[in-house]
């Protein structure tokens, strides 16, 4: 168990809905990431938040949003949803925002949400 | 840019024999490199890690992999497959001068024949 959450475990809606993922860091880590594992993509960096604060922004649509709330938790909002946006989505946590030199700042992977879209 | 080329997509083994996971990488700057492992409807988990510290890096579960600057590569080996490491396997790598973002490679699915 790596101390971070992720719910629901398993989402299946329709096409054109509006979902949120929801993520809750491990106890003590700033920052938060979000990444979408699919069958064409393979595994994928969204985005990333730091203390509130959007710090990264990887491969993620425009339908797409996050936040990192005051309490740290994350939620990821999927609007218009495809078909193609069928997917495992994981979130991870860190201490750091950051890579300081040659020093990992190690993620922690939660279970995932896997979302089918109908 | 950072990017991970993972040359097998899948790779068969006996039990009991050894396992070789081919990766290479790419990046600008002095990277750090791992391996996590995904079993079905699981999440990943971190097996081991390079941060520019000694080549040869040991993992969990019996796996090691060396970091070879001069060929960009970062292989995953075991010297005994056993049934429960049938699973995904994914290198990934991180530029240490851009923050934290990972880039994974396609991933090699293992499968451990008795």
């Known amino acids: 168990d790596s101390g971070v959450t992720q719910t629901p475990k398993h989402l299946i809606t329709a096409t054109g809905q509006r979902v949120t993922l929801r993520c809750s860091p491990r106890s003590g880590d700033l920052s938060v990431y979000w990444y979408q594992q699919s069958l064409d993509q393979g595994l994928q960096f969204l985005i990333q938040?730091?203390?509130?604060?959007?710090?990264a922004k990887g491969n993620i649509l425009e339908r797409f949003s996050a936040q990192q709330f005051p309490d740290l938790h994350s939620e990821l909002n999927l609007s218009s949803l495809e078909l193609g946006d069928s997917a495992l989505y994981f979130c991870a946590s860190s201490v750091r925002g950051t890579s300081s030199g040659p020093s990992y700042n190690e993620q922690f992977f939660g279970p995932g949400t896997r979302l089918t879209v109908l | 840019a950072q990017s991970v080329t993972q040359l097998d997509s899948h790779v068969s083994v006996s039990e009991g024999t050894p396992v070789l996971l081919r990766c290479n990488y790419s990046s600008s700057y002095s990277p750090s490199l791992f391996w996590y492992v995904q079993h079905p409807n699981k999440g990943l988990q971190l097996l081991l890690k390079y941060t520019s510290a000694a080549t040869l890096v040991k993992g969990i579960n019996g796996f090691e992999a060396e970091f070879k600057k001069s060929e960009t590569s970062f292989h995953l080996t075991k010297p005994s497959a056993h049934m429960s490491d049938a699973a995904e396997y994914f290198c990934v790598v991180t530029d240490n001068n851009a923050g934290n973002m990972l880039t994974f490679g396609g991933g090699t699915r293992l499968m451990v024949k008795p």
């Open positions: 938040y730091y203390n509130g604060e959007e710090r």
